[in-house]
């Protein structure tokens, strides 16, 4: 199941997705082929945005952590720490 989807504000183009397969995604919109896979959930994905200018993606799921992503390599910048449970918005 997909239980997150955001488009870049800046390059509609370029979606990005989240599931319950504990993984996320940033997709071509123009291809329907996913760009990338961002790797390091190990729970469902229940959240996903861009920041405002579109070059950063946060992603948070329920193993509790918010990971933070460069939009154009799907690199991860940084994890942060939960209170332990899942985070939902």
């Given at each position: ?38 790797k390091g959930h190990t729970d ?46």
């Open positions: 199941s997909v239980y997150a989807v955001a488009i870049n504000p800046e390059n509609p183009d370029q979606i990005v997705s989240g599931g319950g397969d504990d993984r996320a995604f940033i997709w071509s919109l123009k291809s329907g082929e996913p760009i990338c896979e961002l469902s994905v229940s959240q996903v945005a861009y920041n405002w200018d579109g070059k950063l993606i946060a992603t948070a799921g329920l193993d509790g952590t918010a990971r933070i992503w460069n939009a154009a390599d799907g690199s991860l910048v940084r994890t942060l720490e939960g209170p332990g449970e899942g985070l939902e918005v």
